[in-house]
């Protein structure tokens, strides 16, 4: 049995010494909108915030995670972001968007008005097959209105 502070509140999960974090949010707990894609680490859909700093759920074993809290885009469905978003049209099929917005909530909570060059930076890691990115940068570059 393992204790999680996930978005604010204490779960108490059950997995093996290789269960995932996402498969504890998606599985367990429900939390369906941190998607699963390469399931290798390569993707950044299943980007969650761990303590606040970006970290991919796939590769994350549940024993890893410790006292810290997970913030998953559940947690961040109030966040300007969100609108900034959709304001942007920065959304297609929307798979990658989760991991996107998180990443993206873990910039501007460090760097509020990025440059185009630190977007790019702190966003490499998330992957956009509709290519969605002129877009994605848009929204994070206007997420303050
Ligand atoms: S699903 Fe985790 S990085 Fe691709
Ligand atoms: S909007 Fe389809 S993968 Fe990004």
């Given at each position: 049995?393992?204790?999680?502070?996930?978005?604010?509140?204490?779960?108490?999960?059950?997995?093996?010494?290789?269960?995932?974090?996402?498969?504890?949010?998606?599985?367990?707990?429900?939390?369906?909108?941190?998607?699963?894609?390469?399931?290798?680490?390569?993707?950044?859909?299943?980007?969650?915030?761990?303590?606040?700093?970006?970290?991919?759920?796939?590769?994350?074993?549940?024993?890893?995670?410790?006292?810290?809290?997970?913030?998953?885009?559940?947690g961040l469905r109030d966040h300007p972001l969100v609108d900034a978003f959709v304001r942007a049209d920065a959304v297609q099929c929307g798979f990658c968007?989760?991991?996107?917005?998180?990443?993206?909530?873990?910039?501007?909570?460090?760097?509020?008005?990025?440059?185009?060059?630190?977007?790019?930076?702190?966003?490499?890691?998330?992957?956009?097959?509709?290519?969605?990115?002129?877009?994605?940068?848009?929204?994070?570059?206007?997420?303050?209105?």
């Amino acid at each position: 049995m393992t204790e999680l502070l996930v978005n604010g509140g204490r779960h108490e999960v059950h997995g093996s010494v290789l269960t995932t974090l996402a498969e504890v949010l998606r599985g367990h707990l429900g939390l369906t909108g941190t998607k699963v894609a390469c399931g290798e680490g390569h993707c950044g859909a299943c980007t969650v915030l761990l303590d606040g700093a970006p970290a991919l759920a796939c590769i994350t074993l549940l024993e890893a995670v410790g006292e810290r809290e997970v913030t998953t885009i559940e947690g961040l469905r109030d966040h300007p972001l969100v609108d900034a978003f959709v304001r942007a049209d920065a959304v297609q099929c929307g798979f990658c968007t989760p991991g996107q917005i998180v990443s993206a909530a873990a910039l501007v909570r460090e760097t509020p008005a990025p440059t185009r060059e630190q977007v790019r930076h702190a966003m490499a890691g998330n992957l956009c097959r509709c290519g969605t990115y002129p877009k994605i940068e848009e929204a994070i570059s206007t997420w303050q209105g």
